[in-house]
């Protein structure tokens, strides 16, 4: 029986309370209005168990909580959910699985704290199905980590107004397919995991981009999207880099304009746009960032 034979969940389609504007003071002493990033808490239950709380913005709460659940290991399938339903009157998101004997108990017994944004937790189970992982790929052009850097520039709209979320996006070698950003990354990875799922996009050739560290966290969640490459303008740890090795996911981290450093995976890049060296280019001006 073919995924189109089989009834999709049932999803409702919340609207997140507005956010809104505040008085502040710059340092002209001058008083103006200026946008906050909202926050609100999501309670996830999981046939009629509490799962987790999470600070989110909410702009996509559906895809949010698919997601969560798909990286936590909690379902295996988008099929296996009869339905997710978020309510904001209540800051819940209520979701149901087809097989209603469906048991947690094993994955919420054991849990790590991650280093994620809003101290993200990583369940029991997914290191063990991490080993089974040997992502592969086709290489990946050097000129198009650059056009996807530049399609990205743009992109982080709710940070340049309020300066307060991160941004994660997923990228195919000539477009930007999907961009959210979040109080913490690991929504915002969680959201477009939900989204791949609700719209059926394949994770081949795709690259993932976040504007945060590359944490095991980050590197888990990639991995269990089976998406190849890994794009950060920011570090790694040295968690991150041992997941991405034990993976095969492709990591590339202080990626911005011309620059970049590829700490797992270099075979996989074709080097067919070498920059021009400049006089500063040096192997310690990395420290100085």
Known sequence: MTNDKIQKPLISESIRPNTREIIVVDEYQTERKFPITGELPLTIYVNKK????LMTLGHHPESLV???LRNQGFVKSFYDLESIQVDWDTNTAVAVTKNKNDSFDNQLTHKVVTSGCGQGTTYGGIWDD???KNIKDTKLKQS??????KLLHEKNEIYRLSGAVHGCALCSKDKIIDFIEDVGRHN???AIAGNMWINDINSKNKIFYTTGRLTSEMVIKVAQMNIPYLLSRSGITEMGFNVAKETGVTL????KGKHFLIYNGSENIIFDEKPRPRSEDSPDIWKRR
């Not at 509490?50 to 709380?53: G, K, Q, R």
């Not at 590339?252 to 990626?255: D, K, N, S």
């Open 50 to 53: 509490e799962i987790v709380t």
């Open 66 to 68: 698919i997601g969560y």
């Open 130 to 132: 991490l080993k089974k």
């Open 144 to 149: 198009t980590i650059y056009k996807v850097l």
């Open 188 to 190: 915002a990875v969680d």
């Open 252 to 255: 590339l981290g202080r990626a």
